[in-house]
């Protein structure tokens, strides 16, 4: 029936909820919510800003359709005669690989053939010359024919939208693993070039761009589904273009894209078959105005030997994209920036490993809190888990700038951080759980500062039982019958007498460390030592025994004050008895109910000597080890010899006759010596010199209130002397 409880108090309230609570933060990363993705996204942004990407060589042109190039030629679209001629100068000055972020999706409405028919007041033979003319769409076409251009396509979801015909070329697509399509990202519709623009062009790749839930765009898919077909990107068109290569290879597993390689380059994406771009610092170089290219005023080394992006950054185009380092960035730089670190080997990944890695980082910092947490103390828990935060963020850190891969570090420290603080929190009201359940159990046992001081170190106490050295006092009220007659009708009144009595002479032991064991009708057990640690327990029970004595004394008088002079008020006596001694102290009962209490012999005893004090006419007897150790502090005297059951040699016992000032006077330094010859005479059978020194003792004896002990080695000594034979 216990077992259940005893295990969890071994195994700890607290190491049970941290476990509990981490299986649930181990679920909720493996669900993934969009806050959780999010925060792991923005700790990649705070990489990005301290390291951007370095820019060592320009390997990527922007010909900017720039507002300066707007309020030059006009709105757009422009005229295809003016991109054909962008296309002249671009190969002119040496551009490589051409890729537009712009899309010719419907014939130019400024070619003749459509001004031919649209154009009001011409003659006849005005508008034969103008069919006759070659179509601007044909004058681009051969201006993109006569070049390495890559033409850009445009996924879109809008429901309702009316199909488009199938392309009429593709990109070669070659796939090591399973199909990629369920894992790419799928746009039902596909919005193309006109078809004469297509054929002419070396590739098309979508330049579609989903930015992530928070609207910053920090990955782009490579490959996507799109219009049912597995398309590339503009940019990864553009390498391949560039590579002379004939097809994409995808390489999937179960958990989806693992990387995308064309040619010589190996791109690896997540398993959606996105990148994660490695952005740079804007840099305005990359920039090369429309306008200014047609007109002759850029430099060849400016396009010489580069890939060439044409887009727009004119804010009217809508093209401006939010990303980690820029609020607002224009598209077409997005696959400037992928296209130059792809060039340069420098793409961020996060392969599908990371996260399991993220899993196991965490399990492994929650359970060596968990199994920490309860044994070692703040300021070294403290210490440790600032080291461990700095280790994981030191190896998030280098595996960003020096390898390009993504780990996320917020994860680990924070599920590690609220599996810390709900251990500390659990052991906080577990710790104040015990504090008041130590302070209501021992509350009415020990003074209130011990069971603070108890409470605050919970450790000092051994409730399962053990063996310590402690003081036991027993103190009991003499004639206690003929003063229940005198209240035999007043039972409520003899109630309050002894509590009355019992307030004081309780508060006498605790003030003095003492541990309140049990009251017994008329009688009080106390013991030092436990459950705290009192070096000085036979001193402060000694002192506790005085104590009690002077109160018992001022309660006498109180009583007698405010007693009429017909009602009879007997003085309460008590007598003490005080033993020192190996104990078993602990809690002592059933599971039902038990009470931390001592057992022993040095119990039995210090019961004996409690009731040996009428016998020797003394308020207090004390066992031979208190003796010893009080001996400098109290007026000590020696009484007799005892053979106590279940000892060899007899016990001598003593009787306490004041403190230190009562120790220091003359009288009772003469007291003590003719009491030390008056016992070795009678114990030597030296009965004439015994009485002798009985009848002396005596008379110092009555200032000291000994008058009923001296009485009684009277007694004996007489009897003994009168029946010898009996004294053998």
């Not at 429901?159 to 488009?164: D, L």
Request: charged letters at 20%; aromatic letters at 6%; a neutral charge.
């Amino acid at each position: 029936m216990t077992a259940l409880p005893d295990r969890m108090r071994r195994v700890g309230i607290g190491r049970i909820v941290g476990l509990l609570l981490l299986a649930a933060l181990l679920a909720l990363r493996i669900w993934d919510p969009g806050p959780i993705e999010a925060l792991r996204q923005r700790s990649f942004d705070i990489y990005q800003l301290m390291q951007p990407r370095a820019v060592r060589r320009d390997l990527v042109t922007i010909v900017d359709i720039d507002e300066t190039s707007l309020r030059a030629l006009g709105q757009w679209p422009w005229p295809r005669t003016v991109m054909a001629e962008i296309l002249s100068k671009i190969v002119e000055r040496g551009g490589t690989v051409i890729g537009f972020d712009v899309l010719f999706p419907e014939p130019d409405r400024s070619s003749p053939e459509v001004a031919a028919e649209t154009f009001r007041g011409l003659d006849e033979e005005t508008r034969e010359t103008l069919r006759r003319l070659p179509g601007n769409d044909a004058i681009f076409a051969d201006a993109i024919r006569m070049s390495k251009v890559v033409l850009g396509q445009s996924g879109y979801r809008v429901s309702g939208a009316a199909p488009m015909p199938r392309p009429t070329i593709q990109t070669g697509i070659a796939i090591l693993g399973t199909d990629p399509r369920p894992f790419l990202v799928d746009f039902p519709h596909l919005l193309r070039n006109l078809p004469i623009l297509d054929l002419a062009a070396q590739g098309q790749g979508i330049f579609s761009i989903i930015p992530e839930q928070d609207g910053i765009v920090r990955r782009v898919p490579v490959v996507a589904v799109a219009d049912g077909i597995v398309v590339p990107s503009l940019s990864l068109e553009m390498l391949r273009v560039a590579s002379g290569s004939g097809a994409i290879l995808i390489k999937t597993d179960s958990s989806g894209v693992r990387s995308v390689g064309v040619g010589d380059f190996k791109i690896p994406t997540d398993g959606k078959g996105r990148v994660w771009i490695h952005f740079s610092s804007l840099k305005p170089s990359r920039y090369v105005s429309a306008i200014d290219l047609l007109q002759g005023s850029v430099p060849v080394d400016r396009l010489a030997g580069k890939m060439v992006l044409i887009g727009t950054s004119a804010a009217g185009l809508l093209d401006l994209k939010v990303t980690p380092v820029h609020p607002a960035l224009p598209g077409v730089e997005l696959h400037a920036q992928l296209l130059e670190s792809a060039l340069m080997g420098e793409t961020l990944s996060r392969p599908t490993y990371t996260a399991f890695v993220e899993i196991m980082l965490a399990t492994l910092l929650s359970l060596i809190l968990i199994t920490l947490v309860p044994r070692v103390n703040a300021v070294t828990l403290f210490v440790l888990g600032g080291a461990t935060a700095a280790v994981t963020l030191a190896v998030s850190w280098y595996c960003f700038s020096s390898l390009r891969l993504l780990i996320d570090y917020t994860f680990p420290l924070i599920s590690s951080l609220i599996v810390y603080a709900v251990l500390v929190c659990t052991n906080y009201v577990t710790v104040s759980a015990d504090r008041y359940r130590i302070r209501s159990a021992f509350s009415q046992y020990l003074s209130p500062e011990l069971v603070e001081q108890l409470a605050q170190s919970p450790e000092k106490l051994t409730l399962g039982g053990e063996q310590r050295v402690l003081t036991v006092l027993f103190s009991d009220i003499r004639g206690f019958t003929a003063i229940s007659e005198l209240y035999k009708d007043d039972p409520k009144g003899l109630t309050t007498l002894i509590n009355r009595l019992f307030t004081p002479l309780t508060k006498d032991i605790m003030e003095r460390r003492g541990t309140i064991d049990k009251y017994m009708g008329d009688a009080i057990m106390a013991f030092w030592n436990a459950p705290l640690d009192d070096p000085s327990h036979e001193v402060n029970a000694c002192e506790a025994a005085c104590a009690m004595l002077d109160s018992l004394d001022a309660l006498n008088d109180q009583r007698q004050r405010e007693a009429s002079d017909d009602q009879p008020v007997p003085p309460l006596r008590i007598g003490i008895g005080v033993n020192t001694g190996l104990c078993a102290v602990g809690n002592f009962g059933s599971e039902l109910h038990f009470n931390y209490s001592v057992l022993g012999d040095t119990v039995n005893l210090a019961s004996r000597l409690e009731g040996m004090t009428k016998q020797y006419g003394v308020p207090i007897i004390i066992g031979e080890k208190t003796a010893q150790a009080v001996l400098s502090r109290f007026a000590v005297l020696e009484i007799d010899h005892l053979q106590v059951r279940g000892k060899r040699e007899p016990q001598r016992i003593f009787t306490i006759l004041g403190r230190a000032n009562v120790a220091a006077s003359h009288d009772f330094a003469e007291l003590n010596e003719r009491n030390g010859l008056m016992l070795t005479a009678y114990r030597c059978r030296e009965w004439s010199q015994a009485l002798e020194m009985i009848l002396l003792c005596r008379e110092l004896g009555n200032k000291f209130g000994l008058d009923d002990y001296y009485e009684l080695y009277l007694q004996r000594v007489r009897q003994l002397i009168d029946t010898p034979a009996s004294s053998g």
